[in-house]
């Protein structure tokens, strides 16, 4: 059941779709603006991955594991199966990476099915917060702020593999590839503009890949908690306000289940782009 507000149902989802925000200079401008609620939770969600496994590491056993090192090894193989099959090269920080994005993105993707206003209710009631989004992937910052950083690593490694040269040469040589010289000048301009597209498209698709589809369910769990928007006890009771409780749960209920496989297959396709991209970029054969 959700709670009231006022407003309605529009200023409801306004009020849960507005960040708590830090304005960092006086000017007032959006790109300074700071969402501290996706910057906690995608702190907290960091620190309970790392202490999780932190501590299964510790705890490891050479005898019969317990449940949790199971699941860990189960988690740690299915990734390593992944890396394994896209990234032919030796490197001691992909496999790393890969564990890290995906466990760490289902995290930050998992704070979605917490009911949608126990969060903010607590944070009002404990410390007074007028706004609180919990769900750090459903924050366009936060999406392109990792889809960024893999693309950065990813040109980190082009340069290191193929060196400037190497690099400046399959950038303007490739796709399209040309015998001889005057051929090659011809097609480095249409080459450029493709890799050019190419390179800006990969973090823009990444980020809001993950952040449309996290986005989108936020939603949809907003639009099933004001069934019951506004209903006092006596409404409740009514023969209307059960059936529409009834509806709220099963509805709920269906959207967290078919959830469950969107925020596993989102972390996971984020995790298997950045393993594809960071492979193009040790690949040396051009």
């Known amino acids: 059941m959700s709670e009231a507000s006022g407003g309605g149902i529009g200023g409801y989802i306004k009020h ?106 607590v944070g009002s009631k404990a410390a007074g917060i007028d706004y609180m989004r919990v769900v750090p992937s459903a924050d366009i910052n ?32 490739h796709p399209f590839e040309a015998p001889n010289t005057a051929g090659k000048i011809i097609v480095a301009p249409f080459n450029f503009l493709l890799n050019t597209v190419e390179t800006i498209a990969k973090p823009i698709s990444l980020g809001l890949r993950l952040f449309g589809n996290l986005y989108a369910g936020e939603i949809i769990f907003m639009l099933i908690a004001v069934f019951t928007l506004g209903y006092g006890l006596e409404q409740l009771m009514s023969f209307g306000g059960i059936v529409m409780i009834v509806a ?14 969107i925020i596993v297959l989102q972390a996971f396709i984020f995790m298997m782009l950045s393993i594809v991209y960071l492979a193009q970029s040790h690949d040396t054969g051009h």
């Open 16 to 121: 849960h779709l507005t960040h708590n925000t830090i304005q960092l200079d006086e000017a007032g401008s959006m790109f300074w603006t700071l969402n501290v609620d996706s910057v906690i939770y995608t702190l907290i969600t960091a620190v309970i991955f790392l202490g999780f496994f932190g501590y299964i590491a510790k705890s490891v056993k050479s005898g019969v594991p317990s449940k949790a090192q199971n699941f860990i090894e189960l988690i740690i193989n299915f990734v390593n199966e992944q890396v394994n099959d896209l990234f032919h090269y030796k490197s001691k920080v992909v496999a790393p990476l890969a564990l890290s994005i995906f466990v760490w993105v289902f995290l930050m993707n998992f704070m979605d099915l917490v009911p949608v206003d126990l969060l903010p209710w």
């Open 142 to 173: 936060i999406t392109f702020g990792m889809s960024f950083g893999v693309i950065l690593l990813v040109m980190y490694y082009n340069f290191a593999r193929k060196g400037p040269v190497g690099y400046f040469k399959e950038y303007f040589g």
């Open 248 to 261: 709220q749960f099963l509805m709920g209920l269906m959207w967290a289940l078919f959830h469950i496989l």
